[in-house]
């Protein structure tokens, strides 16, 4: 079992920018896509960036596109999503995901493994 855990939320202002990391408990990252997550209340759980398992490739939804940046450490034991230009409608709690397959999708259901996800809360 894969066990995720997300750290790097918290309160922000608009405009400003954090930066989220997954990490998987002292177990590298290698074979796995990572995918991030959101969901603001009373709203379904988005996919916002995936990054593949070799990292060649990342993809990304309209609504962060050009704000938030996938990336991965050499060690390949974090996956971070780096996120800039913040706006209150990026407010929500933010999960990362996992599976152990070469893969570029934002589909809940492709990802086995989860994180607790981490609030991200952004001030107008």
């Known amino acids: 079992q894969l066990q995720l855990v997300e750290s790097g939320g918290g309160l922000v202002q608009s405009g400003g920018s954090l930066r989220l990391s997954c990490t998987a408990s002292?177990?590298?990252?290698?074979?796995?896509?990572i995918g991030w997550f959101r969901q603001s209340p009373g709203k379904e759980r988005e996919g916002i960036s995936c990054?593949?398992?070799?990292?060649?490739?990342?993809i990304y939804a309209d609504s962060v596109k050009g704000r938030f940046t996938i990336s991965r450490d050499n060690s390949k034991i974090a996956v971070f999503l780096q996120m800039n230009s913040l706006k209150p409608e990026d407010t929500a709690i933010y999960y990362c995901a996992a599976v152990r397959r070469n893969m570029q999708t934002m589909y809940r259901s492709d990802y086995d493994y989860w994180g607790q996800g981490t609030q991200v809360t952004v001030s107008s």
């Open positions: 990054l593949n398992s070799d990292g060649s490739r990342t």
């Open positions: 002292g177990r590298t990252l290698d074979y796995y896509t």
